[in-house]
């Protein structure tokens, strides 16, 4: 049986989501820049907490117990994709907002591919097991440096091109 008020409340949730989401659109370059920053600083911090989950995992053979923390990053990246899609062009943002939807689609597709795999485990699985599925992510992980440098360089040109520097994280 159907829950209608579950699905109404499920319903006017994701309204005020989008309704925040477009009142929260930058206005200069700045803070489009700012933006784009935050997305992937959250989305570091969230894949942190996946892998501490995911060593706690490991030495309790619990897999199952990581399926929250992957789900809300599936979540997050949903949205900021939907949100950079969808942001207006600000001082020729295109390149830098092209390049954080490849870099969100990336990690999209690394989220299905690699960490997904990782929940369907169950306790009695071999380190053999778990270590193929490592390799995999690992494999498929490569990748994420080359990503992040061409944000990182779509940041510093459109900063060059607006006037402001990019300060660099070390």
């Known amino acids: 049986m159907r829950h209608p008020i579950r699905s109404l409340l499920v ?28 997305i992937t600083d959250s989305l570091y911090q969230a894949g942190s907490e996946w892998g501490k ?16 923390y992957r789900v ?11 949100y950079v899609v969808t942001m207006k062009d600000i001082n020729n943002s295109k390149s830098l907002r092209l390049a954080v939807i490849e870099f ?11 960490f997904l795999p990782f929940e369907r485990l169950k306790s009695s699985v071999t380190k ?26 779509a940041q510093e040109l459109y900063g060059a091109e607006n006037g402001f520097a ?3 994280k070390l």
Request: aromatic fraction near 10%; avoid cysteine.
């Open 72 to 82: 809300r990053l599936e979540n997050f990246i949903n949205q900021k994709l939907e």
């Open 53 to 68: 989950a995911f060593g706690d995992a490991y030495k309790t053979g619990r897999y199952d117990l990581i399926k929250p």
């Open 128 to 153: 053999e097991e778990v270590q193929k599925l490592i390799d995999n992510l690992t494999t498929l992980a490569a990748k994420e440096k080359d990503m992040l440098a061409k944000v990182s360089e």
């Open 166 to 168: 990019i300060e660099n």
């Open 11 to 38: 319903t006017l949730f994701f309204i005020f989501i989008s309704f925040i989401t477009k009142a929260q659109q930058p206005t200069t370059a700045l803070e489009l820049n700012d933006a784009m920053a935050d």
């Open 104 to 114: 969100l689609s990336y990690e999209k597709r690394l989220l299905q591919e690699a």
